[in-house]
């Protein structure tokens, strides 16, 4: 058995294990898809590592240093053969510019494992944020716009928009952390037909802390209330520095319906791994 390890990712889930089902995109189809989504992201210049880290809710102010543009690379894989094939990629990126009191975040995001030849994740993300600071103060209002394709969910897609206010609750060279809250509304397209349209309420935290010179520590966390269905979704990362555009990510992801659909096969999915980041 051969093995080429170059950095590390893996997909579980609170109950049993997702039953093998025939991928019916093929496998060079997915790779080429994971490789462009990553690909298009790198068309700006380098950010500092704070900015990098906020992938997901609070996307900084500008500050009176920051570059026009900032962005970040995340990518992980693993091949097995021999005896068992399985590859596992996770690549995500994020590009953030800066118009005065504006800060425009575009993220994509694609998991996709397999095992000889047959697919047991697979999973599409892509989001576009807006920041408005407020003046001098802590605040701001903010407003998210999220694209969602996973199968084995339940789901074909779900498109989500939020509006809302944030503030800044703390901001030092130690940590900082960030509050927002809002209204917003949810598509969502049902994977044996049918569709659903619905409000719902969203909060959120954003925390990091500054471990050392090199290393950082983030924790995210959102909740998204429905009628008939809760969404958690927790981030937590641990990075450090090799030079000023590369970086050690260890970090586990968890995302749980609390009613899904009767087809999707768990309620919780876990995401825990070992990275590269290119910060740019």
Request: hydrophobic share 35%; with cysteine.
């Amino acid at each position: 058995m051969t093995m080429h390890p170059s950095v590390y990712a893996n997909t579980d889930v609170t109950t049993a294990p997702a039953p093998m089902v025939t991928s019916r995109t093929p496998l060079v189809l997915r790779r080429g898809l994971g490789v462009f989504v990553l690909t298009v992201m790198v068309v700006c210049w380098h950010g500092s590592a704070r900015a990098a880290d906020s992938l997901f809710y609070a996307p900084p102010p500008p500050s009176d240093d920051s570059v026009p543009f900032s962005g970040a690379i995340e990518l992980g894989y693993t091949a097995l053969s021999g005896n068992t094939n399985t590859e596992t990629l996770l690549g995500k990126g994020r590009i953030t510019w800066y118009d005065q009191a504006w800060t425009h975040t575009t993220r994509a995001e694609v998991k996709s494992v397999s095992d000889s030849e047959n697919t047991t994740a697979e999973q599409y993300l892509f989001s576009q944020r807006e920041r408005y600071s407020l003046g001098e103060s802590s605040n701001y209002l903010f407003g998210l716009a999220r694209y969602e394709k996973e199968r084995f969910s339940g789901y074909d897609n779900q498109f989500t928009t939020i509006l809302g206010y944030g503030r800044q609750l703390f901001d030092t060279d130690l940590q900082a952390l960030s509050l927002e809250a809002g209204p917003g509304y949810r598509f969502d397209d049902y994977e044996n037909a049918g569709s659903r349209h619905m409000l719902l309420g969203y909060l959120a935290a954003d925390y990091s802390l500054s471990l050392s010179d090199t290393a950082s520590f983030i924790q995210q966390f959102s909740v998204e209330g429905a009628e008939d269905n809760v969404t958690l979704r927790s981030y937590s990362a641990i990075s450090v520095a090799i030079n000023s555009s590369l970086a050690l990510r260890v970090s586990h992801d968890i995302k749980s319906n609390s009613n899904p659909p009767r087809e999707a096969d768990a309620h919780t999915d876990r995401t825990t791994a070992a990275s590269v980041v290119y910060n740019f």
